[in-house]
Every structure is written in C-alpha cells, then in structure tokens.
C-alpha cells in the first residue's frame, strides 16, 4: 500500500471560540463544498458555535463499477453489487489519511473527544471504519446512508472504546444505491427488518436514543427515514444537530 497522500480540505470556522470539530467527509463523486452549504447550515445552531468544520476533498481515482471514469473516491468499487468484493488496500489508504487531519486538530489543541467524525455514503463508511479502528477515543462517528466495511475482518480491527462510542446512523428506506436491508445488516432497527444486529453482537455496541442536554449519548443512535432515497432530508439534519449538540456541548466560555 502506497503512502497516504495529505488531503487537500475546505475549513468552515468556529462561530464563537473554537472548541470542537467535526470532520465531514463527502460520497463517491463529490466534494467537500458539496457539503459546504449542509455544514453552513449546521454551524448556524447556536449550540454548535464552538465547532470547526472539516471538508476533505477525496483524490481522483478509475472506479472500476463505474466502466473505470476517474472522480473523486475514497476506494475504488469493483462493481456496485451488494456483494462485491472490496478495495481494502484503498480503505486502509483512507483511512490513514483521515487519521492524519484528527492528528492536526489533536495538534492544534482540539482533544480527541471533542472531534467528530462523520460522512455521507462512502465517507460515512470510511467514518466508521477510521473511527472505530482508531487509538483515539473520538466524541463520536457519524453514518449518513453508509454501510459497514471489510464485516469479515471488522471485529478484529476495532479497538475496545467502541462498546461507548456514540454513533448517529441515519438512512433512507428508500435508498436505491445503498439499500436499506444491506444498512441494517450492519445496524439494528427494532421496527424495521433486523438481518444481522452485528454492531450490537459482535461489537456489543448498545442503541440508544438522542438524550436530552446536559447527557451525553452513549452507543448507537440509528434513525431511518421513510421516502428518502439515496440523499438527505430536513428530519435527519434535525436529528443531527441534536445529536451533535450532545456529542460536543459547548462549554459556557465557548
């Protein structure tokens, strides 16, 4: 595996003083001002004044799913099957690199468990996959529309701080690229159809629901949303921002 390359990032500041961050990382094509109008909205809250936000930029790479156009990718797709095989040298790359962005902010001062991490469709697997193998205990990891990678070296990769690790999943039922049965092969939703509670089994991961301030969440917190497709909507943004304001509360000098 090649050395991982620095990402190039867009930086949306701190509204108030700067005490926490959420890095957000973009899907399969895009790019982090892609986001940057979401992210905009987000550090509107007055809750989340204090967090910087984070918008890496993938590299261009041959997707070989897509007849090998080059686009933005975080790993290369062999095909989009739920059952292709998967580009684990790519993912580890990735990884690497987004652990390399926790490091500066780590570096500039920001403690580790005041650092999101989260994504959208590919960025939201790398999310989880960098999150959750990491030596740093993160504030939390985000999912948007994503799935859960390499299931069959997964358990043994992680680190034991994920049985605490916050985690907002949130997903479409009506994802037609990331389908909604395939997500909850990673996940558990108790109303929905449950295949393989693998988060909660093999990782003993807990669900929990959004907790009002001053507590903080503590496991998975995994909401779907009836009609959206492969996207997101103004419900899960509310859910997020809730979420979020309990993952990294503001201190009063913030």
Not at 34 to 42: A, Q, R, S, T
Not at 88 to 107: R, Y
Not at 138 to 155: E, R
Not at 186 to 201: A, I, M, P
Request: neutral net charge.
């Amino acid at each position: 595996m090649s050395a991982a390359i620095p990402l190039k990032c867009l930086t949306v500041a701190a509204r108030g003083r700067h005490s926490a961050t959420v890095i957000f990382v973009h899907g399969l094509g895009d790019s982090g001002h892609g986001w940057k109008p979401v992210v905009e909205m987000l550090a509107r809250e007055p809750a989340l004044h204090h967090v910087k936000w984070v918008l890496p930029n993938a590299p261009m790479m041959s997707v070989t799913g897509n007849m090998g156009a080059t686009m933005p990718s975080w790993f290369d797709i062999f095909s989009f099957g739920t059952f292709s095989p998967e580009d684990e040298p790519g993912m580890l790359k990735t990884s690497h690199s987004l652990n390399q962005l926790i490091s500066a902010e780590v570096d500039a001062g920001v403690s580790a468990d005041h650092i999101v991490l989260g994504g959208f469709s590919q960025g939201g697997t790398m999310s989880l996959l960098t999150g959750l193998t990491s030596e740093r205990k993160l504030a939390g990891i985000v999912v948007l529309s994503g799935w859960l990678p390499l299931k069959d070296k997964f358990k043994a990769m992680v680190n034991d701080h994920v049985k605490k690790m916050p985690i907002f999943w949130g997903h479409g039922e009506s994802d037609p690229m990331v389908k909604f049965p395939f997500a909850t092969r990673s996940v558990v939703k108790r109303t929905f159809l449950v295949l393989v509670e693998y988060l909660k089994t093999q990782l003993k991961i807990s669900d929990t629901d959004i907790p009002e301030p001053p507590a903080k969440p503590i496991g998975l917190s995994f909401h779907s949303y009836p009609g959206m497709q492969h996207s997101t909507c103004e419900e899960e943004l509310a859910d997020l921002r809730k979420w979020l304001s309990s993952v990294v509360p503001q201190t009063p000098d913030a």
